[in-house]
């Protein structure tokens, strides 16, 4: 195992780090912003090292300070969370020259399913169901008009190095696409540093559904089951399920056996989600593939009894997996709900400032992955996001009636929550009868379900 862990992000994921190092009985360093030093990652590492400002770009971003200060502070591998960094292949490649083991696949594998539209032909080639869409980045708004009209409006533009929802925008019309065609390549040019774009058909009524996967350095890859993730709004998740609700055994398994073959089928190692469409008629295809752990790995931890940050440092460290796809034991429904700083009433506008007062739930199958705590500042900088509560039961009904109870205890006093939000989340009856697809939360403000 490893010597000395440097944990390259923060906020709750950082902490959910720290922690799981130091049950493994791993000594970590946590390299943090100038708006993060008093923060409770901070607090709980054991050893910190200041990276720069509080802007990303000048701190968590910058790549000579992190690699900097894992190799002052005598540590042999980085963990890089779920954001920031994790899922960049030059981030990934320096580590190795280093000599700093990288917590994740291997460089070249984060490079190649970055490329969305080169991961589709990867996925296709292996076997695997992908959303009809051009087969390479187009050249030019002329192919592009080409391309659509072939496929029938509505289709989905997207950048080639897109990902969390950014760089995508759904085409109703020739004019559309030619008014919004040069303003997507330059977003996408803007956030990701690749202007190139993609075509896809739009898939509509839709749902959301990924797999967790693991895989270790022997060839050998199992999935943990499905997730759901369809109540999102604007692309960024809100609420997380496992498994994904409204789909038959059958169905299921035939979503996680694709996902095993196409995770294969590239060499993947260590944690890592495939992520599908389902329509209306139970047809799945692959949409992308994220090369790092999730945000809503929690429920997935939640019905499997794996914690997979361990399981993360076990791969890296050049560990097979514990256990065959048959062992597997997966048992009962979990539900994860993102606790943002935003306010619901004002269109989710964020808020951010001092937390005045903070009381998380308890009682049995409840979990609290925050870095919150009364009197915390939250900076500006960053994500509103403030705690991931999950709720575990034996039944789909049983999870959403203790995550409806926790919801009702939580406090968080000083910002405006979407505490309300989710509470009306779970009152609905569409979310109840696990009906929901990726036009529920429109629907849901706009009062038409």
Not at 8 to 22: D, K, P, S, T
Not at 121 to 138: F, K, N, Y
Not at 336 to 347: F, G, K, L, Q, V
Request: charged share 25%.
């Amino acid at each position: 195992m490893f010597r000395k862990v440097l944990v390259a992000n923060r906020g709750e994921i950082a902490l959910r780090i720290i922690r799981a190092c130091h049950e493994a009985g791993i000594p970590t360093v946590l390299v943090h912003s100038e708006a993060d030093r008093d923060s409770l990652p901070v607090r709980l590492a054991d050893e910190t090292v200041c990276i720069g400002p509080g802007p990303a770009a000048k701190s968590y971003l910058n790549i000579p300070n992190i690699i900097s200060a894992a190799l002052i502070t005598g540590a042999d591998a980085v963990h890089p969370g779920t954001g920031f960094l994790a899922e960049n292949p030059y981030f990934a490649e320096i580590c190795e020259q280093c000599h700093l083991t990288f917590i994740g696949p291997a460089p070249e594998t984060i490079e190649r399913m970055g490329d969305k539209s080169a991961a589709r032909e990867l996925m296709r080639a292996a076997g695997l169901p992908v959303i009809p869409g051009t087969d390479h980045p187009l050249r030019s708004l002329e192919e592009a008009l080409e391309a659509a009209q072939s496929l029938g409006y509505p289709v989905m533009l997207k950048a080639v190095a897109g990902g969390g929802g950014r760089g995508l925008r759904v085409i109703s019309s020739e004019a559309e696409l030619q008014q919004l065609f040069p303003i997507a390549q330059a977003e996408a040019q803007a956030s990701f540093g690749n202007g190139q774009l993609y075509l896809e058909k739009l898939i509509a009524p839709a749902r959301h559904v990924e797999v967790q996967i693991l895989g270790d350095r022997y060839g050998r890859v199992i999935h943990l089951g499905t997730r759901g993730c369809s109540v999102q709004r604007r692309h960024q998740k809100l609420i997380e399920e496992a498994p994904a609700p409204g789909l038959s055994r059958e169905l299921q398994e035939q979503i996680c056996v694709a996902a095993v073959r196409g995770a294969a089928a590239i060499s993947y190692y260590n944690a890592g989600t495939m992520e599908f469409l389902v329509d209306e008629q139970d047809r799945f295809y692959f949409m992308e593939m994220n090369t790092r752990l999730q945000v809503e790995h929690t429920v997935t931890e939640a019905i499997s009894g794996i914690d997979l940050v361990k399981e993360q440092l076990r791969i890296a460290a050049g560990e097979p997996l514990g256990r065959t796809q048959e062992q597997l034991m997966l048992f009962g429904h979990a539900i994860e709900c993102r606790i943002t700083a935003e306010d619901p009433d004002r269109r989710f506008a964020p808020d951010c400032g001092e937390i005045t007062a903070y009381l998380p739930p308890g009682g049995p199958g409840i979990r609290v992955d925050s870095h919150v705590f009364p009197g915390y500042v939250m900076p500006s900088f960053y994500d509103s996001l403030l705690a991931k509560l999950i709720a575990w039961g034996a039944t789909r009904d049983e999870a959403i009636a203790r995550m409806d109870r926790a919801l009702t205890e939580y406090v968080i006093d000083g910002v405006k929550t979407s505490l309300p939000f989710h509470r009306r989340v779970m009152a609905d009856p569409v979310f109840r009868q696990g009906a929901v697809r990726l036009d529920f939360v429109e629907r849901l403000l706009e009062g038409s379900l």
